[in-house]
């Protein structure tokens, strides 16, 4: 049986520099981790935040055109 385990750490940084330090940090834990589970990986990965304000200005809406009925053709 293969399990994966998943540890998510969110961290707001200001700039790189600081996004760089806490890397560096979560590195050295994860060669304590390695030690015990010689797989063991990580991920890091930039996330973007959510845009505040009116939900429904956010999402696109469909074309005008798609209406999901099918068009007739002649032969």
Known sequence: MKLRAVITVDIDAAD???AAEHQQRLEGLLADLNAAYP???LAFQ???QRRTGDPTSQTASPPKHAT???NVYAE
């Open 16 to 18: 790189f520099v600081e």
């Open 39 to 41: 797989h063991a990986r």
């Open 46 to 48: 930039e996330r973007r």
């Open 68 to 70: 999901g009925r099918l």
